[in-house]
């Protein structure tokens, strides 16, 4: 225990629980918005989608305009594919990525005009 005592909370609103419960996402749902949102908290990968999110680009110009190794990039890439926020699209020997869909360009979009807002650092 930190050694604060523990509030008790003497004032339910039971009609308001249970209206909420009702209305929350299953447990498996919550979790797999947790980890999308896991993969947002890592800068590398914010500035490799945010660089998809102007255009296409193949690993080792994204490696070059992040100045990184293309392995770095490519594991992050790998990541990002998993977690369905980019997609490949092969061209021959090339392959060139860009953002999954629209939500993906949305949420950065909501994430920028939020900061906007407020003095997040």
Excluded: W
């Excluded at 998993?82 to 360009?105: E, F, I, P």
């Amino acid at each position: 225990m930190s050694g604060k005592a523990e509030t008790i909370c003497t004032v339910l609103h039971p009609e308001i629980v249970e209206y909420v419960r009702g209305q929350l996402p299953e447990r498996i749902e919550m979790n797999q918005l947790a980890n999308l949102f896991k993969l947002f908290a890592d800068q590398t990968r914010i500035r490799i989608m945010c660089a998809l999110s102007y255009e296409e680009m193949c690993v080792c110009d994204i490696a070059m305009l992040l100045d990184m190794t293309k392995s770095a990039i490519s594991h992050q890439l790998k990541l990002l594919r998993m977690g369905n926020l980019v997609k490949a699209r092969k061209s021959g020997k090339s392959v060139y990525y860009t953002l999954a869909d629209q939500h993906v360009h949305q949420l950065f979009a909501i994430g920028f005009e939020h900061n906007a807002e407020g003095s997040i650092q």
